[in-house]
């Protein structure tokens, strides 16, 4: 089974008030007030003088457990939000892959699952490694884009971007952290601009997102109670407060330390609040806990992985 | 008993009814079109086709007509349902005095 041999993610310590994007977008005040008061926004996390390249670096140098192993990695994925995140003919994942020893390696991007690709790719590099046979092989998925276009800046009504990375090394097995179940859950009837779907959209939100978390928790044979913690997608506070009064879950479990300091680290969100997580005491050896995203765009998808620590 | 109950029982009638005519009176300017026939039972966003956003630009809209601050942390989808519970919302949910 899946696991994680090692998870590190890097947010740049710049950071701007959402009212610096707002007020570029148009938004109302309004809808500003909206966003800090109801949603809890504050701040989105920025690095004004990096490119994607340099987020992506970051992530990696902190990646301890790369360290000696470069060239048992088979596969390198960059799990993305977008699927243009640089403009051409740039290609940054290629370019930190050479840089850390990693040239060697099949590179390629994963998405359409729009903020929940990177769970995608996890289940994209385990079943990959697994179906190679190599007990001792490797795959890294990163993530982490820059919110270089007024799409890639906000989720309409739901959150803004804040610029991060992660890095995650990848094994078909192992001890720690293994993967339990997978669930997700393709809406491709959302891929419309109708405006009473998306209406329906939001009143689905939760309740898809819950039963992804559900449905990944019974395939793991455990219960909700078992959970000792959920990592979450950073689009909002009240999203999850939600997602919670549907799953009966405390919502002091759901890690959402960050939703108001970095805003919406697209993919890199469940990395970057295992860090959290992990600094915090909150994963336990042994204890089961959830990284759980919903993806909007052309479509909506909700996922939700179970793993052990 | 539920939270929500809890809150339910402690509210003021009065206060709920007055509550339910600011509602009627914003309706029509956070939907952007005329609004009729809105009573406390009408579907805000089955009916009205009131969106997640627009329904908390009411909540504001109303904190300043009224000039009060209302505590949205708890404010869930359910209490969308119709004019007359976000009514009961509100008056359960008051930082200041009516």
Not at chain 1, 7 to 16: L, Y
Request: charged share 25%; glycine share 8%; proline share 4%.
């Amino acid at each position: 089974m899946t696991a994680l041999v090692g998870v590190a993610a890097w947010v740049p310590p710049g950071r701007v008030a959402i009212e610096e994007p707002a007020g570029r977008l148009g938004l109302s005040g309004m809808q500003v007030k909206i966003f800090r008061r109801y949603h809890r926004l504050g701040e989105v996390a920025r690095d004004p003088d990096g490119e994607l390249r340099d987020l992506l670096r970051a992530a990696l140098e902190r990646l301890d457990a790369l360290r000696g192993r470069e060239h048992l990695v088979r596969y390198v994925l960059h799990a993305r939000t977008f699927p243009t995140v640089v403009p051409y003919p740039h290609d940054p994942v290629r370019q930190v892959c050479e840089e850390f020893g990693l040239g060697h390696a099949a590179v390629f991007a994963v998405g359409h699952h729009a903020c929940a690709s990177g769970l995608l790719a996890l289940d994209a590099a385990g079943r990959l490694l697994a179906a190679d046979g190599d007990p001792e092989g490797l795959a890294l998925v990163l993530t982490g884009e820059k919110a270089f276009t007024a799409e890639a800046r906000l989720v309409p009504d739901t959150s803004f971007f804040g610029e991060g990375a992660a890095a995650c090394l990848v094994a078909a097995q192992g001890e720690r952290d293994r993967l339990l179940a997978y669930a997700t859950e393709l809406r491709g009837d959302f891929d419309t601009d109708d405006p009473e779907t998306a209406l329906e959209f939001q009143r689905v939100y939760a309740d898809e997102l819950a039963s992804a978390i559900t449905a990944a928790v019974a395939r793991a044979g455990l219960a909700m109670e078992d959970v000792g913690v959920i990592l979450p997608h950073n689009v909002n506070r009240v999203a999850w407060h939600q997602v919670c009064r549907t799953l009966g879950y405390p919502r002091e479990r759901v890690v959402l330390d960050n939703v108001a300091t970095t805003g919406h680290v697209f993919c890199a969100d469940s990395f970057v609040n295992y860090r959290t997580a992990q600094d915090r005491g909150l994963l336990r050896q042994g204890e089961p806990y959830v990284m759980a995203a919903a993806g909007a765009g052309r479509g909506a998808t909700f996922s939700a992985m179970a793993f052990v620590h | 008993m539920t939270e929500q109950d809890t809150a339910a029982s402690a509210v003021d009638p009065a206060l709920r009814d007055r509550l339910v005519d600011s509602i009627r009176d914003l309706l029509p300017q956070v939907l952007k079109r005329e609004v009729t026939g809105v009573t406390a039972d009408t579907a805000l966003m089955d009916a009205l086709g009131l969106s997640s956003t627009t329904g908390l630009e009411l909540v504001l809209e109303l904190e300043e007509r009224l000039e009060l601050e209302i505590s949205v942390e708890e404010l869930g989808r359910d209490d969308f349902g119709t004019v007359g519970s976000l009514a009961e919302y509100v008056a359960g949910n008051l930082l200041t005095e009516a």
